[in-house]
């Protein structure tokens, strides 16, 4: 079963205000543990509130830059998707996530845009890596629909 992705609300916020170009910022995804869970309502990476991985054996606090990143709309679907390359890191202690965050960068306050939760701590042992995969269909992706 893959891993569940869900927006922040404030990510289409900070895009129509210009705080996230995706396709042209440094965007980010950054390793969590499960001292706390993400709260969909957080706007800024500063005040997340979340315990990330400390730097060392093989990650970087702020974590890794994300790759061959992708924003597209699908006509006559309505939907608009993000997607980018898969990420990779090579631990070489013990190392224990439970949340990813991706972020931008570059905009104002560091802007939220999306988290994936594991559903359990994923562990990865000394030597080992941690990759995250994401689906064919691309990272998250939400239908325009008409307001009634």
Not at 16 to 27: E, Q, R
Not at 99 to 114: E, K, M, N, R
């Amino acid at each position: 079963m893959a891993d569940a992705v869900f927006w922040y609300g404030n990510a289409f916020v900070s895009a129509f205000n210009k705080l996230i170009d995706f396709t042209n910022d440094d965007i980010k995804i950054a390793l969590f543990t499960d001292a706390a869970a993400p709260d969909q309502d957080d706007a800024l990476y500063a005040n997340h509130g979340l315990t990330e991985l400390a730097t060392g054996d093989g990650y970087t606090t702020g974590g890794e830059t994300i790759a061959s990143k992708t924003l597209a709309y699908a006509d006559g679907t309505n939907i608009i998707k993000i997607d980018a390359a898969d990420v990779i890191w090579t631990f070489t202690a013990t190392r224990v996530a439970r949340y990813a965050v991706i972020y931008s960068d570059t905009g104002v306050g560091d802007p939220l845009i999306c988290f994936i939760d594991f559903g359990a701590n994923k562990t990865v042992t000394d030597a080992g890596t941690l990759t995250i995969t994401f689906s064919a269909d691309g990272i998250i992706k939400t239908t325009v629909t008409n307001y009634a």
